[in-house]
């Protein structure tokens, strides 16, 4: 890249950055230090307002970057991320957002524990949580890295490393000092953002064909060098058995994990009601619907355009499609309005990038605090001091993200992202299901149903090609891959419930009908509801 694209980006980005951490200061002047304040914002956004956020939110990395890239590789395949990752949103709509708002007051185990031993149900789905977040917050610092690679021209990993420690830097401070409030006016910013910068680059693409999505298709399928091959299923997920079954268990990781996500079910308690909630989830599902049919046209755009081979060459996992493409349609590298368009675009990524992280580590940090810390803990502590510790647990986990991203950089971010939602569906879903829907469940069975899906979960993606085995492993140079599939969904998520039935039918511990029976009408009415 030249330098008027690094330095134009880098304008952008820092103007960014300015205003999301002007909102940060001024927010932290305003909040009173609760843990409700830090946690849930006061419960004080509309519908509108929360619905752009979760739109905010769930329009990450793997969104703009990754799937687009995908799509730009391995055409059909490629879209079924996309496919995966809205529909998803029907089973938050109908099974999951009310429920989830009616019982709960900050976090999942809040579910869960209303009608368990609180002790041990904090401790597993706050673990749990921590984990799925950490994974997810890799996909954005491998999203930043591949950007920055770009930006400046992949001057070597120096750049990317720097580039993911500050972006891990700015996500403490904004989680930090500014809690849920600040979090979630950066990420609304971020929506309308990333929004504009979709919809500016989808006319331009059909501006490009004259508005026929017939000859965008054909072209794309020509340049591909897999001709028809490329608009059909099979070119990433058909070539064998092992192929097909890695694609359901991606299938059932991406329609089954969003309900499990920890920063989505967070967003929940930041609105005064459960209608507002399911409210929210309506705003959502409209504005990332419209999102991913634009990402769809930006990802088949990108192999017309700019060519699979040339976004290969910039990035391997695709992570480049969007910015190349941007440069292509705003006239190439040498042009004012390809500098221009690239700038744009680069700086959107880094702050749809820079939004999400705020978001997961706001809801990693309360998973510290509020189950983690306050269940070892004999005596609960108030809730100022609670806050303190999710503040300090922000800085932990930040570098744990940090330093797995570094060690990531060269895997696609939707990919990755797919691993953090299979682990969702394998150990969050179960028991967040069976709790709400299962009168008979009990604490083992909570227990069992959360480790059940976590460990074998982990334990198949450590012995995947995802790890090792492969050139593009994370280990190539070593060998220990005994499950062939590169998402462990297939496996991971029946065992989740499986292990919950288990537990609980081999519990001696006698349901507590009157728990249930509270949680739920609270769970179905609101009443009694924080």
């Not at 419960?43 to 752009?52: A, D, I, T």
């Not at 524990?113 to 401790?123: C, G, K, L, N, Q």
Request: net charge positive; glycine share 12%; with cysteine.
């Amino acid at each position: 890249m030249t330098d008027r694209h690094q330095t134009l980006a880098l304008v952008l980005f820092s103007a960014f950055v300015a205003v999301t951490l002007g909102i940060t200061t001024w927010v932290s002047r305003k909040r009173h230090g609760s843990a409700e304040e830090f946690y849930a914002g006061g419960r004080l956004f509309s519908p509108m307002e929360n619905g752009l956020a979760i739109a905010g939110d769930y329009m990450s990395a793997a969104s703009f970057l990754g799937v687009a890239g995908l799509i730009a590789l391995f055409g059909y395949d490629g879209l079924l991320y996309g496919v995966g990752f809205l529909v998803a949103w029907l089973v938050v709509l109908f099974l999951v957002a009310e429920l989830v708002r009616n019982c709960g007051r900050f976090t999942l185990a809040d579910v869960v524990a209303a009608r368990m031993s609180e002790r041990p149900v904090r401790i597993a789905a706050g673990t749990s949580s921590v984990t799925v977040s950490v994974l997810y917050l890799v996909a954005q610092m491998v999203g930043a890295g591949s950007l920055v690679a770009l930006l400046l021209g992949r001057t070597g990993g120096a750049a990317q490393a720097w580039t993911v420690i500050g972006v891990g830097a700015l996500m403490v401070i904004y989680v930090s000092f500014g809690g849920m409030r600040a979090t979630t006016w950066i990420q609304i910013v971020k929506a309308v953002l990333l929004l504009a910068g979709t919809i500016a680059l989808t006319v331009l693409v059909l501006v490009r064909f004259h508005g026929d999505l017939d000859r965008l298709l054909l072209t794309a399928a020509e340049r591909s060098g897999h001709g028809d091959a490329f608009l059909a299923p099979g070119l990433k997920y058909g070539r064998d058995w092992t192929a097909r079954f890695d694609f359901i268990s991606l299938g059932l990781a991406l329609v089954l994990g969003t309900a499990g996500l920890p920063h989505i079910l967070s967003r929940f308690y930041t609105v005064p009601t459960a209608r507002a909630a399911r409210r929210s989830v309506v705003w959502s599902i409209g504005l990332i619907g419209g999102f991913y049919l634009m990402v769809i046209i930006l990802g088949f755009g990108a192999a017309a355009i700019v060519g699979p081979e040339a976004v290969r060459n910039s990035n391997e996992a695709g992570n480049t499609a969007v910015p190349l493409l941007a440069l292509d349609l705003g006239g190439g590298a040498d042009s004012t309005g390809g500098t221009v368009l690239f700038a744009i675009v680069a700086a959107v990524a880094f702050a749809t990038i820079l939004a999400v992280v705020a978001g997961i580590t706001l809801a990693s940090s309360a998973s510290v605090a509020h189950d983690l810390y306050a269940s070892l803990r004999r005596k609960r502590g108030a809730p100022r001091s609670e806050v303190a510790v999710a503040r300090v647990a922000a800085v932990g986990i930040g570098l744990v993200a940090i330093a797995l991203g570094l060690l990531a950089r060269d895997l696609n971010v939707a990919f990755l992202v797919g691993l953090a939602f299979a682990v969702a569906a394998s150990a969050n879903l179960p028991v967040l299901l069976y709790s709400l829907f299962w009168r008979g469940f009990t604490t083992r069975g909570a227990v069992w149903a959360v480790y059940g899906g976590l460990i074998p979960a982990l334990c198949l993606v450590l012995l995947s090609p995802v790890v090792s085995g492969g050139p593009g492993s994370l280990f190539p140079g070593v060998d220990f891959q005994y499950f062939p599939l590169q998402n462990p969904g297939i496996v991971s998520i029946p065992l989740g419930f499986l292990a919950g039935w288990l537990g609980t039918v081999t519990s001696t511990e006698v349901p507590d009908e009157a728990k249930h029976a509270e949680t739920e009408v609270r769970s179905l009415t609101g009443a009694g509801a924080v």
